[in-house]
């Protein structure tokens, strides 16, 4: 067989057919590129680019682009995706892939192999204490354990139970059999410290070969490596373990920026990007290139996926020729989302996902009070979620994506929850106090009614549509200026719910004039059993004004977490005020 030139593996091959489906993040990729041209004296060259997005919005891909960019310039490329368990482990990944591009890393290679032959000789001496061996593995399992203290609320306490004590005393009996062992003291070090004394040796083969190529170390999924990961850069940013060759460049992909008050001294040589979703542009060249040329079904792939890179890219693969065809991978990004979360941390992340924005009192009327100062602050650090004010919000495309898939996984237990905030909004809504027309006087009262609306709608679209329609006339004939904020519950309650005639709803709110909404209800109405609508009608919380109150549980009492399976707060329907003697407006 003749060879022809060309990659030098099936990983390369690999990684450019991929290229081939790359689309957009021109930007990105210009930058990059351009700074990889840049001489080190540059004061434009940066050595530490950033990249930072949500789940899916295809941060890897890019960093993977990056990754062809520079090996096609010449340049030594090492990655790093957080399969390595610990930063031995790392350091090796990243003198094997430089070996396999053509640059050896003699020092670091010899000193490696130094550790691993003074370790398997502490592990195959029958005389060995249990405390060395167990430091020996230890060592390493406590590396990778750092990276699990983020990943759930009292993941640390795993972590913890290794520390400090039983560390102590592995230390001390360790480091005394070593000393007897081996008498070198530098072997010692090793042992003890192998990351310390194998780091200036890679350091010293890095400025080797800078001396006739560049280098880039890429880092991914730093949001879960960071803490194992993040301190040893640093400190080879600040020259612990030697002088970095200028040649050398960092890449770093994650879900957060960059914390400043970590990297703050190293702002003059960094750049952070934000990772967007794809504009309607970029989502249709990419279908294009998949071979997706139906518009129907390109259309329905921009409406589904919100532009997300991932959910685009998992629709055209899944092979579906017309729009009727089209296959929701809902599944396929709340995996994504979650993907290093435990199940429990999982199931939390999904039902806090179902209220539009979450503060405690939220978050307890789902799982209990006693549950929210553990959940509400690792919810709050959820890299698709920001704060403002103190309330939490989900990224759009992330909230829309986990409540349909919540809504799958268990529709009942997605009715009793939606339940459960209605009837947590209509307490709010009656504590205010406020009776007759001052509910719609109060800007506060305004904003429960329209959160208290958007739950009733998810929980049953049909019957609660007519109270719901009602509440509009009401608004759009007193405060006509927030009638839109209304269309949109409309709107987002039919997305959620997967009832298509709420955003039907929604779109004829914001096309009607306010002042005639009511006329065009009536009309709209005729030939149904529909009623005159009153003028006013709509109940609030247990106050209904121009009408009597509504029965609903008391007030003070505190919801319980409901026992296993459904652990959320889920009591039964009749102990939840959901205003069923509220009037019908438009009859059905």
Known sequence: MVRGGGDRSLQEIVRRRQGGDFVGRER??????????????????????????QAGVG????????????????????????????LVSALSTIAVQFAGQGGRTP?????????????????????????????????AVRMGLSAVRA?????????????????????????????????????????????????????????????????????????????????????????????????????????HP?????????????????????????????????GVDDPAFAAGVLEVSGGLPLLVAAMADSGPATAEELQDPTGTAVERFLKWESERGRDDALVAALPRVVDEDVLAALVGSQRVPELFPWLRDRPFVRQ?????????????????????RSPSRFVRCHRALAGHYGHRLAALGLAGELVWEDPEARGLLVEETYHRLCADPRGELPTALARCVEIAERVPRELAAWARAFAEAGRDAGAPRLAERAEDLRARDPARLREHLGTAASGSRAVAVPSVSSSVGDVIVGGGPVPRPDRGAEPDEVAAPDRYLVEADEELWLGESAPRVLGE
């Open 107 to 139: 020092a670091f290679a010899q000193r490696l192999a130094e550790y691993e032959q003074r370790q398997d000789e502490v592990l195959a001496d029958p005389e060995a204490p249990q405390a060395a061996r167990e430091f020996l593995v230890a060592s």
């Open 388 to 408: 403002d004010r103190g309330r939490l919000h989900y990224s759009e495309v992330v909230r829309a994506t986990m409540v349909r898939h919540e809504r799958g």
């Open 59 to 86: 941060k890897t891909f890019l960093l993977r682009r990056w990754r062809q960019i520079a090996v096609d310039s010449g340049t030594l490329v090492a990655e790093l995706d957080g399969s390595e368990p610990n």
């Open 151 to 255: 990943a759930a609320p009292g993941a640390a306490l795993l972590v913890d139970a290794v520390e400090p004590e039983q560390v102590r005393g592995w230390l001390e009996r360790s480091r005394a059999f070593f000393a007897a062992k081996f008498r070198d003291h530098a072997d010692v070090r090793l042992l003890m410290s192998p990351v310390d004394e194998l780091t200036p040796h890679l350091v010293a083969d890095l400025r080797r070969l800078a001396q006739h190529r560049d280098l880039v170390l890429l880092f991914d999924d730093f949001e879960r490596t960071a803490p194992l990961v993040e301190p040893w850069l640093l400190r080879l940013l600040r020259g612990h373990h030697g002088e970095l060759p200028s040649e050398v460049v960092f890449g770093i992909a994650g879900q």
């Open 28 to 53: 990105h990729c210009a930058d990059f590129r351009a700074n990889l041209a840049r001489p080190p004296q540059d004061p434009k060259r940066a050595f530490v680019l950033a990249l930072h997005g």
């Open 258 to 290: 960059l914390d400043v008050n970590r990297w703050g001294e190293y702002a003059s040589i960094a750049v952070q990007w934000r990772v967007d979703r794809f504009s309607p542009e970029e989502a249709r060249a990419l279908l294009r290139r998949k």
